[in-house]
């Protein structure tokens, strides 16, 4: 989807460690951007490189729901969004085989394309709609089972993790026209799948069902081997994965910023207090950034882990930023002001 400027890993071996909390330094910075005009009540759901300088945006314009006590008699889904910075200016495109209400839940971009997924059950993780950009509008493709939870593209391929439960198979890679069931070795469902070549490619997400121990596997350009992790105690499974180099991958777990240096995985704990984790990316220098996942009020800012040290990011007051991608000029940012306000940040 989005993860960092470049990526890779090797499969080797784990050795379990860990390492210590480290010490807050200096704030980097995001500030907003302006945004198109979108319909109230609008939200950002993702955000992601275009592999040109700028970004991709979803999210979903024009919900409402009209109170009643706790319940919500009048609902409406919205309408979707997916808006591409080009320059200084937003491009939309259309979004073709697109009927009914729901957001755009994932942009995925890279090695050349560029996919979404949404549709009415999105903002629940469960996309029913899925479309590939021919370079002047999406258009729709069948989705391999009957929701889409995951959608990831790159020199590895397109895939999608999938959840059908008349289906024995969770992860799916796009083979010419149609969708190919694959086989990873240790984990039970693929939260995310990010390649740095079609011969180096990380997935991650969890085994063991109801436990949700983090699971991670390497791609070869051969075949998927289980790569062992950590052992930890309680339920926290493998969230996002981002390969920069054979010995540089990061990652997180909803509690845990995790690395592979080639021969072992380590988890580094997250800032005191802090809560899950819910979004990676690493900028071009190599330093990983992480986002909350989404919350209650009050927000906590994104941090960027540097030199061994966890750096909150300074963002403006009255603003959670959610989701992060790193594109060569720095770092952008989606999330919102209050409940109903969408903003877009970017920064260093």
């Known amino acids: 989807m989005k993860r960092a400027i470049a990526a890779a890993a090797t499969a080797a071996a784990a050795v379990l460690t860990s390492l210590p909390a480290p010490a807050l330094a200096t704030a980097p910075e995001l500030r907003t951007v302006s945004?198109?005009?979108l319909w109230p009540t609008a939200r950002?759901?993702?955000v992601t490189a275009d592999g040109a300088g700028g970004v991709w945006v979803g999210g979903v314009q024009g919900?409402?729901?009209?109170?009643w006590g706790d319940l919500c008699p009048a609902y409406y889904d919205g309408n979707p969004v997916v808006r591409r910075r080009v320059g200084s200016s937003w491009k939309e495109y259309p979004l073709n085989g697109w009927t009914g209400?729901?957001?755009?839940?994932q942009v995925a971009s890279g090695a050349g394309e560029t996919w979404i997924d949404g549709g009415p059950s999105a903002s629940g993780s469960a996309s029913t709609y899925v479309a590939r950009f021919d370079g002047s509008a999406f258009q729709k493709v069948a989705v391999p089972a009957k929701y889409v939870t995951m959608l990831a593209t790159g020199?590895?391929?397109t895939f999608a993790s999938a959840w059908d439960p008349d289906s024995a198979h969770g992860l799916f890679k796009r083979t010419g026209d149609t969708w190919t069931a694959v086989n990873v070795p240790g984990l039970d469902y693929v939260a995310d799948l990010q390649a740095l070549t079609a011969s180096d490619a990380w997935a991650v997400g969890f085994k063991d069902g109801l436990q949700q121990v983090p699971a991670a596997a390497h791609f070869d350009g051969t075949s998927w081997?289980?790569?062992?992790?950590?052992?930890?105690?309680?339920?926290?499974?493998?969230?996002?994965?981002?390969?920069?180099?054979?010995?540089?991958?990061?990652?997180?777990?909803?509690?845990?910023?995790?690395h592979w240096n080639g021969t072992a995985w380590t988890y580094v704990a997250a800032p005191a207090g802090y809560p899950d984790f819910g979004?990676?990316?690493?900028?071009v220098s190599g330093t990983p950034w992480v986002a909350p996942e989404a919350a209650e009020p009050p927000a906590n800012p994104p941090y960027r882990y540097s030199g061994g040290e966890w750096e909150p990011v300074t963002i403006p007051s009255g603003i959670a930023v959610y989701h992060l991608a790193a594109v060569p000029g720095g770092i952008w940012g989606v999330g919102r002001q209050g409940e109903d306000t969408p903003v877009a940040l970017n920064g260093s």
């Open 44 to 46: 950002l759901t993702d």
């Open 225 to 258: 081997k289980n790569v062992p992790l950590p052992a930890i105690t309680e339920n926290d499974w493998f969230r996002k994965v981002v390969p920069v180099a054979a010995n540089d991958v990061w990652g997180i777990t909803a509690k845990r910023l995790a």
């Open 155 to 157: 020199p590895a391929g």
């Open 63 to 67: 919900k409402y729901c009209l109170r």
């Open 101 to 105: 209400q729901g957001e755009i839940a």
């Open 279 to 283: 979004d990676l990316t690493v900028d």
């Open 35 to 37: 945004l198109p005009f």
